[in-house]
């Protein structure tokens, strides 16, 4: 990696340039007209570019209902806890080989189960050892075939890592939180790669063991927690991969509340979004806005408790909604039982349940079909109206026209049978007329 050195010219853009001493990026050839004019007016012919990128923040998305609404559910607190208590990132601890690594790798394992989420350790060897990436799986559920990857490197340089690449990590696992809940029409894979340092190990591993897959896309984070002063965050991709890099970029915009976004694209390979580039699959990765400017960078001091606001969580905070917010928006995740998208569960949903109610999924009831069984039925209503009532703070409920004919009638129809059955012990009967009384005056 080396340290970028920025010049700002008088038209306002903020060029970066790479110089000799690191990963060869190869974003623009020496013999441009760009380089040309920058030799000539901003830096001595001397000096030896291997890499130019243009750093701009891409303009901003209008901000979708759902992108919102899951970006306000990361919860800062709980990221705290994982980079704090989980990965083993306190002064002494060593995530690099040995105990701290293979205990941080348990609990990671152990958080993403807990989310109900299935968990794979998937084994690679590196100089002749055996080491695991950790891979789980959110299954879509209309188009499981496309896979959306977010990732990170869990390992370290011999030291806490709480930075590079705790931070990260804890991305990874704060967002699987979040979404994991949720409908997701297409594959979600929360993977933490092991032996990052060592030449990007894991990141390689996965992308050839799943190289009969659809993936659509890899967003990586890698040392996003230290603010050196720009509060913002660099991405970094191929030309190739520029959706995805302007994407990331414009959802902070959207989503950050005032991080700032820089588009870097070029050959730059010093981090896992290289091995799915290289694989022909879009790609970015997330870096903080100059990250060698982190003094305790690959040093036994990149510890969280090294000094009070070592790792920003005012940065953090608007990162993970960010990126959230990105991944929702593309991924296309919502409530279960939202049949109309606009990130709650309502009365409208409630008529499009009913009309559902009884039938086999189709495209347009997939979005109550809870349990994955394929047709509608008993269990999916106790779903959705557990989904009504947390949504909207109510119980969805017949009228009382409606209510009092299911109940008299010797057959109320599929539509109302687990509706009307308020006290859900399975019949209908004077038991459920108390229940639904007290939900209909709204006690």
């Given at each position: 990696?080396?340290r970028p050195?920025a010049f700002?010219?008088?038209?306002g853009?903020?060029?970066?340039?790479?110089?000799?001493?690191?990963?060869?990026a190869?974003?623009?050839?020496?013999?441009?007209?760009?380089?040309?004019?920058?030799?000539?007016?901003f830096?001595?012919?001397?000096?030896?570019?291997?890499?130019?990128?243009?750093a701009?923040a891409?303009s901003?998305?209008?901000?979708?209902p759902?992108?919102?609404f899951?970006?306000?559910?990361v919860d800062?607190?709980?990221?705290?806890?994982?980079?704090e208590?989980l990965?083993y990132?306190?002064?002494g601890?060593?995530?690099?080989?040995?105990?701290?690594?293979?205990?941080?790798?348990?609990?990671i394992v152990?958080?993403l189960?807990s989310?109900?989420?299935?968990?794979?350790?998937?084994?690679?060897?590196?100089?002749?050892?055996?080491?695991?990436?950790?891979v789980a799986?959110?299954?879509?559920?209309?188009?499981?075939?496309?896979?959306?990857?977010v990732?990170?490197?869990?390992?370290?340089v011999?030291?806490?890592?709480?930075d590079?690449n705790?931070?990260?990590?804890?991305?990874?696992?704060e967002?699987?939180?979040?979404?994991?809940?949720?409908?997701?029409?297409?594959?979600?894979?929360?993977?933490?790669?092991?032996?990052?340092?060592?030449?990007?190990?894991g990141?390689?591993?996965?992308?050839?063991?799943?190289?009969?897959?659809?993936t659509?896309?890899?967003?990586?984070?890698?040392?996003?927690?230290?603010?050196?002063?720009a509060?913002?965050?660099d991405i970094?991709?191929r030309?190739?991969s520029?959706?995805?890099?302007?994407?990331?970029?414009?959802a902070?915009?959207t989503y950050?509340?005032?991080?700032n976004?820089?588009?870097?694209?070029?050959n730059y390979?010093?981090?896992?979004?290289w091995?799915?580039?290289?694989?022909g699959?879009?790609?970015c990765?997330?870096i903080?806005?100059?990250?060698?400017?982190?003094?305790y960078y690959?040093t036994?001091?990149d510890?969280v408790?090294?000094?009070?606001?070592?790792?920003?969580?005012?940065?953090?905070?608007?990162?993970?909604?960010?990126?959230t917010?990105?991944?929702?928006?593309?991924?296309?995740?919502?409530?279960?039982?939202d049949?109309?998208?606009d990130?709650?569960?309502d009365?409208v949903?409630?008529?499009a349940?009913?009309?559902?109610?009884?039938?086999?999924?189709?495209?347009?009831?997939?979005?109550?079909?809870?349990?994955?069984?394929?047709d509608i039925?008993?269990?999916?209503?106790v779903?959705f109206?557990?989904?009504h009532?947390?949504?909207s703070?109510?119980?969805?409920?017949?009228?009382p026209?409606?209510?009092a004919?299911?109940?008299?009638?010797?057959?109320?129809?599929?539509?109302?049978?687990c509706?009307a059955?308020?006290?859900g012990d399975?019949r209908?009967?004077?038991?459920?007329i108390?229940?639904y009384v007290?939900?209909?005056s709204g006690?």
């Open positions: 990696m080396t050195l700002r010219p008088r038209f853009l903020d060029w970066c340039l790479l110089f000799d001493g690191g990963e060869r190869g974003g623009v050839s020496q013999d441009t007209a760009i380089v040309r004019l920058l030799r000539r007016f830096i001595p012919t001397s000096a030896p570019i291997v890499a130019l990128t243009l701009l891409a901003p998305a209008a901000a979708t759902y992108g919102t899951f970006g306000q559910r800062i607190g709980i990221y705290q806890n994982y980079l208590n990965l990132t306190h002064l601890h060593n995530r690099g080989f040995g105990a701290h690594h293979d205990l941080a790798r348990a609990n152990a958080t189960q989310f109900g989420l299935p968990v794979v350790l998937e084994p690679f060897v590196y100089n002749t050892v055996t080491y695991y990436n950790v799986t959110q299954a879509g559920t209309d188009v499981p075939g496309q896979v959306y990857v990732g990170a490197h869990f390992d370290t011999n030291n806490p890592g709480a590079d705790g931070t990260g990590t804890a991305l990874v696992m967002i699987a939180r979040v979404l994991s809940q949720h409908r997701s029409p297409r594959t979600i894979r929360y993977v933490l790669f092991d032996r990052e340092e060592q030449g990007r190990r990141s390689i591993a996965y992308v050839g063991a799943h190289s009969g897959e659809t659509v896309m890899a967003v990586t984070a890698d040392m996003v927690g230290h603010d050196s002063g509060f913002g965050m970094y991709g030309t190739t520029s959706s995805v890099v302007n994407g990331v970029a414009s902070m915009g950050g509340g005032g991080l976004a820089f588009v870097n694209l070029g390979s010093f981090s896992d979004h091995s799915f580039e290289s694989a699959i879009p790609a990765v997330i903080e806005r100059c990250y060698t400017c982190n003094t690959h036994a001091n510890a408790d090294v000094y009070p606001g070592y790792i920003s969580y005012a940065l953090l905070a608007p990162l993970l909604r960010s990126v917010g990105y991944l929702v928006d593309q991924i296309g995740v919502s409530l279960w039982g049949s109309d998208l990130a709650d569960v009365g949903d409630f008529t349940f009913r009309g559902c109610y009884g039938g086999p999924v189709t495209p347009a009831c997939r979005t109550f079909d809870r349990d994955s069984d394929g039925d008993c269990a999916d209503w779903a109206r557990a989904a009532l947390a949504s703070g109510s119980l969805p409920l017949l009228s026209s409606e209510f004919a299911a109940l008299l009638a010797a057959d109320p129809g599929a539509a109302n049978r509706v059955d308020m006290n399975g209908l009967d004077g038991g459920d108390g229940p007290a939900a209909e006690l």
